[in-house]
């Protein structure tokens, strides 16, 4: 019995590794991507497509070397080909797609806040197809998870957020493409792997977002420091960060692995600091703490 009880908790916590690292590199290719946005003058629709195409390519190319199987086989099954289809398109395509369009229209903090509803939408899910109302602290972990990000990104200042009708109804789709993506795969991932889904998601979704953004016309200035980024990007904050997220639910639920995805926001500020010398003020430190608190709970037994 106790042998079972450690290893259902060994099992739970590589699931909280997982999500926790990848919205860490998620929050540092924020910073790269932001460099490349704003100082080398990347097209964000190129910047979409390409890092999508490229990071699925890497992980298929992972994927077929280190299982050496037929990464073509999930296309065969027509019900998988399916939800693998609907999966790239509504929600890797999706949420990438929305959450730009919401910046564009508003502003970075303000897409972000809006976005981070997903626990909300997760939560809602969980508790109406398992037919239950979610626990108090379950609502407690969103309400400071929503709140910790809320305070890092605007520093506590309601004045930073500007939302127009348009920018609300793009920032909340991606809040809905967020959610879907995290609990849509599951099952896909637990038969065909989190490599093969998640690559496959990544090229198609890039494909089939192709003829908007034009990848192969770019838009912008490349030098060694961009070159440098980028592929940070496309690696560690696209492959890497989404694989390992997706990977996370084999253990966790969805629910808690859009908790722990409050990370995010936390390391960007702290990257901020170190890179661009931003400083930390009481209200990020606030934030700070209630994402800790959020990740605390979440993982306690």
């Not at 946005?37 to 999508?52: C, D, K, Y």
């Not at 065909?192 to 953004?213: D, E, H, N, Q």
């Not at 629910?255 to 702290?270: D, H, Q």
């Amino acid at each position: 019995m106790i042998l079972q009880l450690s290893h259902a908790g060994s099992f739970r916590a590589k699931g909280y590794v997982l999500a926790v690292v990848g919205s860490m590199f998620w929050g540092a290719s924020g910073i790269a991507g932001q460099f490349l946005l704003q100082n080398r003058g990347v097209s964000p629709e190129w910047f979409a497509s390409s890092r999508m195409i490229l990071a699925g390519l890497i992980l298929l190319a992972y994927d077929a070397a280190c299982y050496k199987g037929d990464i073509f086989s999930i296309w065969r099954d027509k019900r998988e080909a399916v939800r693998l289809l609907i999966f790239s398109v509504v929600g890797m395509l999706g949420v990438q797609y929305t959450y730009f369009t919401a910046i564009h229209l508003s502003n970075a903090p303000t897409a972000t806040i809006i976005q981070y509803t997903m626990p909300i939408l997760i939560l809602f899910w969980d508790s109406l197809t398992g037919r239950h109302l979610p626990g108090r602290r379950q609502c407690l972990c969103v309400g400071l998870a929503i709140m910790g990000t809320f305070l890092i990104v605007t520093q506590g200042r309601w004045g930073t957020l500007s939302v127009s009708p348009q920018a609300l109804t793009w920032g909340l789709l991606s809040s809905v493409a967020a959610a879907f993506y995290t609990v849509q795969p599951k099952g896909l991932i637990r038969r065909w792997r989190s490599s093969l889904v998640v690559g496959w998601g990544m090229l198609t979704g890039g494909i089939a977002f192709s003829p908007v953004s034009r990848p192969w016309i770019f838009v912008g200035y490349f030098d060694t420091a961009a070159v440098l980024a980028f592929a940070f990007v496309v690696v560690f904050g696209t492959a890497v960060a989404f694989w390992l997220y997706l990977s996370s639910v084999e253990y966790i639920s969805p629910g808690e692995a859009s908790l722990l995805n409050s990370v995010e926001p936390l390391s960007s500020i702290v990257l901020s600091m170190l890179i661009f010398g931003m400083t930390f003020g009481a209200a990020e430190g606030l934030g700070a703490a209630l994402i800790i608190g959020t990740v605390l709970m979440v993982t306690k037994k």
